[in-house]
């Protein structure tokens, strides 16, 4: 089994993640939006939403941090393994705590918001209740782990060369073997996040509108005639408002 | 210079009766869809009256349109663009559906199946949204010709700065209907605040719509216009507009809610304008210069100078032709009658407003068939629709603007009167507006016996010219299916 859930599934999960994305960019761009339900539902949306968000962006910072550089490096950049690890606890559960913070309110509003529930997709209380389970698993081994089981689990001698591993299709299940059970369930929790993004909501990450912030103009003029150019290039600008 | 076409439309809320034919036509034609039950892409509302949705002038709370910086440059005023990605979150100046109202339908089956009863059968209303049964305590028209209005009339933000004098009692209130719909403006706050760029302004006509294949439902458009004529697709997620009704404007048809106008009170047609002087005259310091500035971007489709410029800038001969034959031409720019609708907003809208003349024989207390005029133009000050009202809606608070207007209007129903009850042509040449008979006589026809031909000047759209309509497909304010 290790080797399934260690060296298959990420790349089943991975491969879907890319192709579905390709296809659906190609296939649906009418379907592809955020599906805010603000306009719905204003008061619990408000902390939700920003609370989530905001979290989410630390976490997977943190993410980055803690999985994708090794021991080795902050070691010789004068980091100590406990000084790292202090640090990772504070601000990660901090960020924890906002996200979970924010996705608990998220679904209990989509589930018992009647007019939001209604009007949910069967993605949408999908993606609410994975998020949720990942996150809360997360937040458990980053705060609950040291606060009550009290082990001296290295993820960065495990976890983090094994994902390492997976980024350079070089997987080495073994790293994996004595791994507690909250951290496999959430790294296959969020692998399975990764298989049916494509076809949720969650595309609209993807679509952070920042080239609003560098746009020529405010005002974006197209023309009916015939242009050369592809689509995005039409927007002609005239007179600029800054 | 760069000369554009742009289609727009005169209302003249003189002859409107609030039959609300233009609404209804208009939403079984574009939103009679799940998801859209709320949304009317023209609706009529009473004034004074909160409007639909709730409140949509109080741009304090809503946050849409531009405002002038301290340096003279325009910003959206619900901020700039990092302040807008910043809020992608949560756009905390989005009117939620409750503003509008919470559509509904009636249990009908109640009606058409019910067995034989002691009492009659009743089909009760029940929520789109929830299918839960609703007590209505607000609908799309809930203010019709005043219902409510000593309750919510208060909050109309048109009444500030004269509350004193306008109490809403039986005896001193006043109405009339005002049509709403896109306005398609020249400096649209709805096409800036998309940080997607999925709205955008046609070159050829001016009219504004939604990419639907490239809008990602951030939903700024819909608080950024400060007139509420984006909506939310609460089904597809995403921003759905009026489209001016562009595939009958192409094929030469007025839009639906003008062709169908019972009181004919609608006009059409093309108006040139000075592309690169839209900012400029959307920048003053006063707001009340704005509907001046906006005049003055109107070119003169006479003038050759123009005419040669517009042809280099690529406009066609059919269109030059029913831009000098434009009645909206007519009325807004060479008679000066018709007026933006809340300038103040700084988006140049092109669906302009003939103010409302109350009757005026109880004022001027005659009867008689000839009154001095300035017994007449006395009495517009005294008039029942404040003027201040009025200028407030369409001027920026200018009043003398709007008296203005009014008092063309009855110099034209004197010179009128008099022609034809007396069958006498008073010489009338020594008016401000320098308007002589003929001008009056071309005026009258206009305003009271325009055909559908003289109402609607629309010229086809160029498709021949058309790039690859395929590759458009969904860009236009449909979904692409």
């Known amino acids: ?242 | 210079m760069k000369i554009k076409a742009q289609m727009a439309m005169v209302i003249n809320l003189d002859k409107c009766l609030g039959c609300h034919t233009c609404s209804i036509t208009c939403k079984n034609t574009w939103t009679n869809r799940s998801g859209l039950e709320y949304a009317w892409f023209n609706n009529v509302e009473t004034k004074p009256g909160v409007g639909y949705p709730r409140e949509w002038e109080r741009q304090e709370k809503y946050k849409g349109g531009w405002v002038l910086k301290s340096k003279g440059k325009l910003e959206l005023r619900a901020g700039n663009r990092l302040s807008k990605l910043l809020n992608i979150f949560y756009n905390p100046d989005l009117a939620d559906i409750d503003d509008y109202y919470e559509p509904w339908t009636y249990d009908y089956k109640a009606l058409t199946q019910s067995p034989e009863k002691k009492h009659q059968p009743v089909a009760r209303p029940h929520s789109l949204l929830t299918g839960d049964p609703l007590e209505l305590k607000w609908g799309p028209n809930w203010e019709d010709d005043l219902a409510g209005a000593p309750e919510t009339g208060k909050k109309d933000s048109n009444l500030r700065s004269l509350e004193e004098k306008v109490r809403l009692t039986f005896e001193e209130v006043f109405m009339f209907h005002l049509p709403r719909l896109c306005e398609h403006c020249l400096n649209p706050a709805c096409v800036a605040s998309c940080p997607s760029g999925a709205i955008y302004k046609r070159d050829e006509d001016g009219i504004v719509l939604v990419d639907q294949d490239a809008c990602r439902g951030w939903r700024f458009c819909m608080s950024g216009c400060p007139y509420k004529k984006v909506y939310f697709n609460w089904q597809t997620r995403k921003a759905e507009k009026c489209t001016l009704c562009f595939p009958r404007l192409e094929a030469g048809l007025p839009t639906v809610c003008s062709e169908t106008c019972s009181g004919r009170v609608r006009y059409v047609g093309v108006l040139l304008y000075d592309a690169d002087r839209v900012q400029v005259a959307a920048s003053p310091v006063s707001e009340r210069e704005l509907y001046k500035n906006q005049l003055q971007l109107f070119l003169d489709p006479y003038d050759p100078e123009v005419l040669a410029q517009a042809r280099r800038d690529g406009l066609d001969e059919d269109w030059l032709a029913a831009a000098q034959r434009s009645p909206v031409y007519k009325l807004a720019v060479e008679f000066g009658l018709a007026l933006p609708l809340h300038p103040e907003y700084r988006t140049l809208p092109m669906v302009w407003y003939i103010p409302p003349l109350s009757p005026m024989m109880q004022v001027v207390n005659s009867g008689q068939t000839e009154a001095e005029s300035g017994e007449f133009f006395a009495a517009i000050e005294r008039m029942r629709t404040p003027i201040e009202y009025l200028a407030n809606l369409l001027t920026a608070g200018d009043t003398e603007t709007v008296a203005d207007v009014f008092k063309k209007m009855v110099l034209l129903r004197q010179y009128m009167r008099s022609k034809n009850l007396l069958g006498q042509d008073v010489p009338v040449e020594d008016n401000p507006w320098g308007l002589n008979g003929a001008a009056l006589q071309e005026m009258y026809a206009l305003l009271a016996l325009a055909k559908y031909r003289d109402r609607f000047v629309i010229p086809n759209a160029h498709k021949e010219k058309a790039g690859d309509l395929y590759e458009r497909q969904g860009m236009t304010g449909y979904d692409p299916a």
């Open chain 1, 1 to 242: 089994m290790g080797i399934f859930w260690w060296a298959i599934f990420p790349y089943l999960m991975i491969t879907v993640f890319v192709l579905g994305h390709i296809y659906r960019y190609q296939k649906d761009q009418w379907g592809w939006t955020a599906r805010s339900s603000e306009f719905l539902e204003k008061k619990y949306l408000k902390w939700g939403s920003v609370l989530f968000h905001t979290g989410i962006l630390l976490v997977f910072g943190g993410h980055v941090v803690g999985m994708l550089i090794p021991e080795a490096v902050t070691e010789r950049l004068g980091i100590s393994d406990k000084i790292f690890h202090t640090a990772a606890i504070i601000t990660g559960s901090t960020a924890g705590f906002i996200t979970l913070a924010g996705i608990v309110l998220l679904l209990v509003r989509r589930v018992s918001v009647k007019r939001v529930r209604k009007t949910s997709s069967f993605a949408d209380m999908l993606i609410a209740v994975l998020l949720f389970l990942v996150v809360s698993m997360g937040l458990f081994n980053t705060f609950g782990f040291n606060l009550f089981v009290k082990s001296s689990f290295d993820y960065r001698a495990t976890i983090a060369p094994w994902i390492r591993g997976v980024l350079v299709f070089a997987p080495d299940p073994g790293l994996m073997n004595n791994v507690p059970l909250f951290f496999r369930l959430h790294i296959i929790f969020a692998f399975a996040i990764f298989g049916v993004w494509p076809f949720t909501r969650l595309v609209h990450v993807w679509s952070v509108p920042l080239e609003y912030l560098g746009r020529r103009s405010y005002i974006l003029y197209r023309s009916v005639g015939p242009v050369a150019k592809p689509v995005k290039e039409w927007e002609r600008a005239s007179g600029d408002v800054g």
